[in-house]
């Protein structure tokens, strides 16, 4: 077991011992870069220090059961872990090598005790296809030796922020597969610092690199608390092709306690160029080194004291295409009202939400702009759910550019003041790749260029087909890029809600005609994008709560629970004439060439609903079954139980919705944030009814899917492949993943098969 390592010894295929960042020094330290000397506190440092305290158990029982979705919930087990990991005693062994090591280092700098970094470098960080950087800590200006250990052991707990927990989680990883280590590395007290792009990661130029850059201490531009001045070079030529010099405010200094403090920038360099031209052109130098050397685009930190340049962090930038073209939205014509830094491209209009405390982004909902001073790992679901986002402050390495990024949902960092210049509920469009927001809704949808989400390398193949669940018809160009077998669940709430109006109040003002139309024009969209793969039109889930505030919905009756109240198929069928109108929109689609629909009705309890719904389709001119495939959700615990009956009155397939199957069963209200944390998807009564349902169908030869959102959950799928489920329907930002863990899931099986049979 080698607790500690240097430099010396490190190179970039050292991930498993050193860490992504550990490894990636170890290798320009060896290519003779400029990097500050450093030894790692190796992962088996990290393992053995858990193991002898004895920890893993007790993280395994705090993490069991959580929902990282539940940011109250993702928090407390976080801080729990945490403060677990901070205050248990360091084995002896341990501790005595890393003061020796730190020691040694004091030495080879002629001094007793030096100012040194302490930076987590964890084995999954820099991943080709999975980027964990940011999510861990860093601790600068540390001296002598109860400051370094503590920043090690500070290091081991960030192993477990609550950004990294969820990621992990979203990923597939097991917390316990993935190690850190920690670099303690001799501290550059800069003057200037940033991060640079060797590939510009917002048009995809492989000719363009971005510098960005600000006064002091790195920490500002990585952490998006200053917005620093961004530099964009023309490799072959070395010409600066943009200069933006930002207003940075703050500024990171060690002060003269050797302590890391923000302080107000000097006047005469708020406003100031950062970098000059000649200091431009030899960073682009090294970071062509560095590209070079590794053979790929790469992010990298980078330092300057006194004039002299180093290298503190290399690693190959994770979110880019397959095409090696540069890509740019059209050009759109409307009223600028803000302008700022493009962080990741796409354009998309919506409501602006303005977050001012964590707590709020409870407003944020599907298609919203959530703008906000800077976004934090706490806002990661409320990210998912926005169309687009806007911050106050960031450059491209800040945690919204970031996340935006591998999102693919359009993003304007460092704008200086959306969230006093924009206001609450007003309709905005944002162009996230030239980082200009205007007002209202301009430009044609087919002029909208799509947030650029391919998926390079060879396609993995599963015997499970992998879809897509879609909520609104825009986002379908963006779900199809991700190669989904199909869409498992397309909402028709969002066709609705995006008019304005209430379906009753257009039937009644416009009629059938123009109510089947809203419907076709939704669906068509997404059977365009997909075409011929599937896509499984859900009718109209209408709660009372959200039809509410439509134009005509004054006379939704108020309900004290909309999720138990007037909705799914009951709703259907007592308005049967919208009813009607969806089965018209799917006809008429059907007679204009699309083979692709499939329609499922929501929230069955009883047979006689399947039986109506046949006759209200067979008035219209739709046979069920023989024009469409038919299916039914099975979201209640009556129509799991009453499964067999439901087959026998006669369906293709049937689709699991797990959100309201779980509500349903352990009597929990998920919108209820009073009982949230109650809320288990993985209960084991749910599992039983799920288990009863695929094992079902599958013996009548029933297909099965499902479109909750456990069907983005790495460890319920495994369950799902185990007990034949036919096909599995995620989050878009989550298909990739989940097909990686169907695929390893599949062959698990079939080994075990073989190694049965010997």
Not at 469 to 487: F, L
Not at 505 to 510: A, F, H, P, S, T
């Amino acid at each position: 077991m080698k607790l500690i390592t240097w430099l010396d010894d490190l190179r970039n295929d050292d991930v498993d011992i050193a860490g992504g960042k550990g490894a990636s020094l170890g290798e320009m330290w060896n290519a003779k870069l400029p990097v500050p000397p450093a030894f790692v506190v190796t992962s088996e440092a990290y393992r053995y220090f858990i193991k002898e305290t004895k920890l893993q158990d007790e993280i395994e029982r705090i993490l069991s059961n959580i929902d990282v979705n539940n940011n109250e919930e993702l928090n407390k087990a976080s801080k729990e872990v945490r403060y677990a990991i901070e205050n248990v005693k360091m084995p002896d062994d341990l501790k005595l090598s890393i003061i020796e090591s730190y020691h040694k280092m004091c030495e080879l700098n002629g001094d007793d005790e030096t100012f040194v970094a302490v930076r987590s470098s964890a084995t999954a960080e820099d991943l080709p296809d999975a980027s964990f950087a940011g999510q861990q800590e860093t601790f600068l200006n540390m001296k002598g030796n109860e400051q370094v250990l503590q920043a090690v052991q500070e290091c081991f707990s960030s192993l477990f922020t609550p950004r990294a927990i969820f990621y992990r989680e979203e990923k597939g990883f097991d917390h316990f597969e993935v190690a850190l280590a920690a670099v303690v590395q001799k501290m550059v007290n800069a003057d200037q610092a940033g991060v640079m792009f060797t590939v510009n990661p917002i048009n995809q130029d492989y000719n363009q690199m971005v510098i960005e850059g600000a006064w002091g201490l790195g920490e500002g531009v990585v952490s998006g608390t200053v917005s620093p001045d961004t530099y964009i070079v023309a490799k072959d030529t070395q010409e600066v092709l943009s200069v933006n010099v930002a207003r940075k405010d703050t500024m990171f200094i060690k002060d003269a306690d050797g302590v890391t403090k923000e302080i107000k920038t000097p006047e005469d360099l708020i406003e100031k160029q950062v970098l000059s031209e000649e200091m431009i052109k030899k960073l682009e130098n090294v970071g062509q080194t560095i590209e070079n050397h590794y053979k790929r685009p790469m992010d990298i930190e980078w330092s300057i004291e006194n004039g002299e340049i180093y290298m503190l962090q290399a690693r190959p930038i994770t979110t880019l295409t397959d095409k090696k073209d540069s890509k740019s939205s059209n050009e759109i014509e409307g009223k600028i009202i803000l302008k700022g830094i493009g962080a990741s491209p796409g354009v998309e209009s919506g409501k602006v939400k303005i977050i001012s405390e964590i707590e709020e982004i409870g407003r944020i909902l599907d298609g919203d702009i959530l703008v906000t001073k800077m976004t934090t790992p706490d806002m990661v679901p409320a990210m998912k759910k926005a169309a687009a986002i806007i911050t106050d402050d960031g450059g491209l390495t800040c945690h919204a550019a970031i996340i935006s990024r591998e999102l693919g949902t359009p993003c304007v960092v460092g704008t200086k003041g959306a969230t006093k210049n924009l206001k609450d509920e007003e309709c905005v469009t944002v162009d996230g790749e030239k980082g200009i927001v205007y007002e209202g809704k301009v430009g044609k949808p087919e002029e909208k260029a799509p947030a650029q989400v391919v998926y390079a390398g060879a396609p993995v193949i599963t015997a499970t087909e992998i879809k897509a669940n879609v909520s609104m018809p825009e986002v379908a160009e963006r779900a199809a890029a991700t190669g989904a077998d199909g869409v498992g669940l397309l909402r028709a709430e969002h066709m609705i809600l995006g008019t304005g109006v209430h379906p009753g109040k257009i039937l009644k003002e416009q009629g059938e005609g123009a109510l089947t139309e809203v419907f076709a024009e939704g669906i068509r969209k997404v059977a365009d994008a997909f075409y011929p793969r599937p896509v499984t039109y859900r009718t109209l889930d209408a709660p009372t709560d959200e039809f509410v505030g439509l134009k005509g919905g004054e006379d939704e009756p108020h309900e004290h629970n909309p999720m138990m109240g007037w909705r799914g198929i009951r709703r259907g069928l007592d308005q049967s004439e919208i009813l009607k109108c969806e089965l018209k929109a799917i006809k008429k689609l059907r007679e204009e060439g699309y083979r692709n629909i499939n329609v499922m009705i929501p929230l069955v309890t009883n047979v006689d609903e399947i039986r109506k719904v046949k006759e209200i389709a067979n008035e219209v001119g739709l046979k069920l079954r023989l024009d469409v495939e038919f299916g039914v959700m099975v979201e209640t615990p009556a129509a799991a139980l009453i499964i067999d009956d439901i087959i026998e009155e006669g369906i293709d397939f049937i689709s699991l919705g797990t959100n309201d199957l779980t509500q349903y069963t352990i009597a929990i209200d998920r919108n209820n944030e009073n009982v949230s944390k109650y809320y288990l998807e993985n209960h084991p009564a749910v599992l039983k009814l799920i288990e009863l349902v695929i094992t079902s169908c599958k013996r009548a030869g029933v297909k099965t899917s499902i479109c909750g959102q456990a069907g983005s959950r790495p460890q319920i799928v495994e369950k799902l492949v185990e007990w034949g489920i036919t096909s599995i329907s995620a989050n878009i930002d989550a298909v990739e993943t989940i097909r990686n863990v169907v695929a390893r899931t599949e062959q698990k099986i079939i080994l075990e098969s073989i190694r049965k049979q010997k």
